[in-house]
């Protein structure tokens, strides 16, 4: 039995994705998270084989919960299932270890048979995502992309850098290296171009 912790913070889909995995034979979903940091901890108590997780979610996204669940070397093998066909989002997630990466619009078999085949060892990618994620580049480094995030979220240079223990001139340089970078003129236009991307 293939068992499975799901992590989404729209209860319907939630409910939906919990339904259709029950129905298959050999896969139990044997607990469900609304975000993040509630998965991390049920990750602890469950110890499923797999972690079924959204990109974005209250508190921590699935992103950072893979990137934490990488860390800790925590045997515990990861899935996104998102929205987001965006290839930034892929090559993060790979960076973070994930085994597997589908969209929510592909049939539920392709994902009982994704999950199966990450429980395997294998990986389980959309393989048009791939393919892009292939052949764009990313720009940004990690704290580039951290204080864009933040910059984007309306906090100034001066928060930012409380925030991040940084100089008031170093988040200035940053933002300023992001932008040039994204071929943009100043930082909402990053922040838009970033996001649309999967950057951030």
Same mark, same amino acid.
């Given at each position: 039995?293939?068992?499975?912790?799901?992590?989404?913070?729209?209860?319907?889909?939630?409910?939906?994705?919990? =339904?259709?995995?029950?129905?298959?034979?050999?896969?139990?979903?044997?607990?469900?998270?609304?975000?993040?940091?509630?998965?991390?901890?049920?990750?602890?108590?469950?110890?499923?084989?797999?972690?079924?997780?959204?990109?974005?979610?209250?508190?921590?996204?699935?992103?950072?919960?893979?990137?934490?669940? &990488?860390? &800790?070397?925590?045997?515990?093998?990861?899935?996104?299932?998102?929205?987001?066909?965006?290839?930034?989002?892929? +090559? +993060?997630?790979?960076?973070?270890?994930?085994?597997?990466?589908?969209?929510?619009?592909?049939?539920?078999?392709?994902?009982?048979?994704?999950? +199966?085949?990450? &429980?395997?060892?294998?990986?389980?990618?959309?393989?048009?995502?791939?393919?892009? =994620?292939?052949?764009?580049?990313?720009?940004?480094?990690?704290?580039?992309?951290?204080?864009?995030?933040?910059?984007?979220?309306?906090?100034?240079?001066?928060?930012?850098?409380?925030?991040?223990?940084?100089?008031?001139?170093?988040?200035?340089?940053?933002?300023?290296?992001?932008?040039?970078?994204?071929?943009?003129?100043?930082?909402?236009?990053?922040?838009?171009?970033?996001?649309? +991307?999967?950057?951030?």
């Amino acid at each position: 039995m293939i068992r499975v912790l799901l992590a989404e913070d729209q209860a319907m889909v939630r409910g939906a994705l919990t =339904a259709l995995l029950n129905l298959e034979a050999d896969i139990e979903v044997v607990g469900t998270a609304a975000d993040g940091e509630s998965a991390w901890r049920e990750l602890q108590r469950l110890r499923p084989d797999l972690l079924v997780t959204d990109i974005e979610m209250p508190g921590l996204t699935g992103l950072e919960l893979a990137q934490r669940i &990488h860390r &800790h070397a925590w045997p515990t093998r990861v899935v996104i299932v998102t929205t987001f066909a965006r290839a930034g989002y892929l +090559r +993060r997630a790979l960076d973070a270890g994930v085994s597997g990466y589908l969209l929510k619009d592909a049939p539920a078999d392709q994902l009982a048979a994704a999950l +199966r085949k990450v &429980h395997a060892g294998g990986r389980a990618i959309d393989p048009q995502l791939a393919l892009e =994620a292939w052949n764009e580049a990313d720009p940004l480094n990690d704290r580039e992309r951290q204080v864009l995030r933040l910059a984007g979220e309306g906090l100034s240079a001066g928060d930012i850098a409380r925030q991040l223990s940084l100089s008031q001139g170093t988040v200035r340089n940053y933002l300023s290296e992001a932008i040039g970078k994204l071929g943009v003129s100043n930082r909402i236009e990053a922040y838009r171009l970033a996001r649309q +991307r999967g950057l951030l």
